[in-house]
């Protein structure tokens, strides 16, 4: 896995806990806002105990239709939920969300899609790029978990070249 | 070739010696079921179709050795020697590629020349699949009178040198002219425009080489036209790279109306990078900025521009007769349309002015060997889905595989699909791991016979950490070592 992203471009109005934490948890004993390293584990204490701190369920279908569920934290993005949960997805986010891939593309359902906060040119001009480019389609950097995520299911594209490969291996076993 | 038969795979006996049929299906299962079979695979190439390809067969694979082949001392291809020093974002891909690296099922060996150092045929014989993803080392000449002429650089020589690529190093262009041509209207083409147009102080935190970097400060050049023979609607750059030259500060664009006019409505049913691409063209060229963009614009001492329709015929010498001067182009008018549409002479003529001339019409990929079949026309291996036509074991990804386009995504895929072909081959049984093979220890008597030393992956992580202390010294993420010599005494070689 790629270590956290140190230049991500990531939309402004994601407030990762992911990142240090200027604000310490009121928690007693609470680790978070303590450092980066300690960031994720006291995370999971503060959900533990405080039921404000919202965890929203995300499902992903991967390209070969197996449906991975993860527990995402609200503020963190599509990328991240990926990268810190351990998600099986082959080469998603390779430029570590810094909009210089399509790697994290991400297909929507109609509403979902419709309720995500605007989209950006550099956005759209890197999923112009995209394998499997669709009208619902997005980074999954530039995608920030909110509450009313919750329930979510995003699917990764099915590569143009996987579909190729299929035929060509459909002809050769005839 | 002075190869000794004897010398090569000795503890196996007959370098020569051809799978034995009684190891076939039935051998192949038999063995599995006592002892679990490594694979030896190995890479030829460490850019990110050779990466990309080892990390999906080590991931799918759990018992798969994958052996990466570089002929340079230092890893990554062209990210480290091809994207340009002001995308540092695309390099973040290095850092998967270093965990693939550090894999124990992984090694890496550079400063071995496949085809020279070590023969394909030897490392078939080292190794159960062969993977070549060596890229495209050459490039696409022009064909014009001229050519050769001081002035007149390929982009990707121009673009070896600003990165670092240690034979262009010595490149020395001549940037003493007010007016550059790119010919060619790719990436690449946007590529070099936007190096040789950025502000200084952007250039000076990139990991552009410090030579290079004086050179550019020092050059007269105020304007970059790029050129392609075909229209708007056929350039092959993407809108990234686009808005990017179109919001670099200190410069302003220079697109002509006329050739945008129109366009708008012809792009409506295009699908949608076409659209959305042409549509930032005519945007730009036909409304009016706004009050910040107009401003810069106006303030701009550097300017570039898209010219179409222009064939380059002849490279003009000054009168030293030495020096590019300027360029003779047919003006061309376009047959068909869309993707597909050619570009025919008119027969009408042009001269343009101009003292640096790049010429950036794709990159090319050379053949290896003569046992590897090689499509010249199409300038790829001759393969199926990353398969090499008529070479059971052997395989190849990249650039070699499909030609020299596409972004890192195409590249990740492409490769991807090509480790898929070697695991269903060795599922399959088609490749026949009760055949033992010895990997790289083969390869090592072979390489210590000929006097090459490899580079490992830690030597390589010594040079990265010198270039970023140097890099430091000077507010760079790195500075790059550049020279061969500097780098192998740097690890003691």
Known sequence: ?174 | MAMSSGRVCWKWGSPLRRPRPAAGWRGFSRLHSTAALAPQICVVGSGPAGFYTAQHLLKHHKLAQVDIYEKLPVPFGLVRFGVAPDHPEVKNVINTFTQTAHSNRCAYYGNVTVGKDVLVKELKQAYHAVVLSYGAEDNRVLGIPGENLSGVYSARAFVGWYNGLPENRDLKPDLNSETAVVLGQGNVALDVARVLLSPLDMLRKTDITEGSLAAIAGSKLKRVWLVGRRGPLQVAFTIKELREMINLPGTRPLLDPADFTGLGDVVKDVPRPRRRLTELMVKSALEKPGEKEAARWASATKEWGLKFQRSPLEVLPAADGKRARGIRMAITSLEGSGESARAVPTGEVEEFECGLILSSIGYRSRPIDSSVPFDSKLGIISNSVGRVQGATGLYCSGWVKRGPTGVIVTTMNDSFDTAQSVLEDLQSGLLNLSDSKEGFECVRSILHSRGVQPVTFSDWEKIDAAEVARGRLVGKPREKIVDFQEMLQLIGH
Request: aromatic share 4%; net charge negative; charged share 25%.
């Open chain 1, 1 to 174: 896995r790629p270590h956290s992203p140190s230049n991500s471009k990531r939309p402004a109005n994601c407030l990762s806990l992911s990142e240090e934490s200027p604000i310490p948890c009121p928690h007693a004993g609470c680790m978070r806002g303590t450092g980066v390293a300690m960031a994720q584990l006291a995370v999971t204490f503060c959900n533990f105990f405080d039921s404000s701190v919202d965890r929203v369920t995300v499902h992903f279908i991967n390209k070969d239709g197996e449906k991975l569920t993860a527990t995402a934290k609200e503020g963190e993005s599509l990328l991240e939920v990926v990268v810190n949960q351990n998600l099986d997805i082959d080469g998603f986010g390779a430029c570590e969300g810094t909009l210089a891939c399509s790697t994290c593309h991400l297909i929507f359902e109609k509403d979902a899609f419709r309720k995500l906060d605007p989209i950006t040119d550099e956005e759209l001009d890197m999923l112009d790029l995209a394998y499997g480019l669709t009208d619902t389609s997005r980074l999954g950097c530039q995608v920030c978990v909110k509450k009313a995520m919750d329930g979510l299911t995003v699917r990764v594209p099915t590569e143009v070249a996987d579909i190729r490969r299929e035929l060509e291996v459909g002809k050769q076993s005839k």
